[in-house]
């Protein structure tokens, strides 16, 4: 092998191993984003993506729709998709109601944070939930987490307050929004999460 095919074939290899240009996730101008975070006094490592979608039409999500995290396809919808889900929550008045950004857990936990982003107008949600219920013996509230006894889940949850239960079904539908932007067709794909002076981005791996 000459040297010039040597630093030929280097060079492949540095390529198809190199990663894409990250996608800015906070930063961005416009984002749907569902992850989960963790900031119990033992972490459980670092965020985990469930679903993100720019406005471009990729869309990165986990096949873990709770806890999120690898292994993550990728996959694209046209931008107008993610345009419209956007629009939707822009008319249905969601980011301008300043209550729903009121964080809903406790110290040392993890929870689910949903993001949405269109230009100037953000809201982000933050709750413990979705992660404290997926086990089945817990029903969480706006501020404590009751383990469950003789009553099932839904009876207590119908318990709660209006504000909170308000809070729940604004979440569901976030999240169904954000799921229907999920692609038929996928491929799966590497990356990671990386958060650096308060900016979160995806880095993925460019496909060999």
Sequence with gaps: MTALMLLGW????????????????TGADSVVAVYTQDWGRVSAGPLHIIVVAWPDGHVVWSEDRIR??????????????VTAVLERVERDGVFHDKRLAQACFGPDSQFTTILVKKATRQLQMDSWHELAEAGGGVVAHSCALTPLSNE????MVRKESPEYLYYRVVWGELRSLASSLIP?????VAGHVLMKAGIMTWHETAPR
């Design 10 to 25: 280097l060079a492949g290899i540095g390529s198809a191993a190199s990663p894409a240009n990250p996608r800015p996730i």
């Design 68 to 81: 999120g995290g690898p292994p993550y396809l990728a996959g694209q919808v046209p931008p107008a998709r």
């Design 152 to 155: 099932r889940r839904l009876e």
């Design 184 to 188: 038929s067709g996928s491929h799966p």
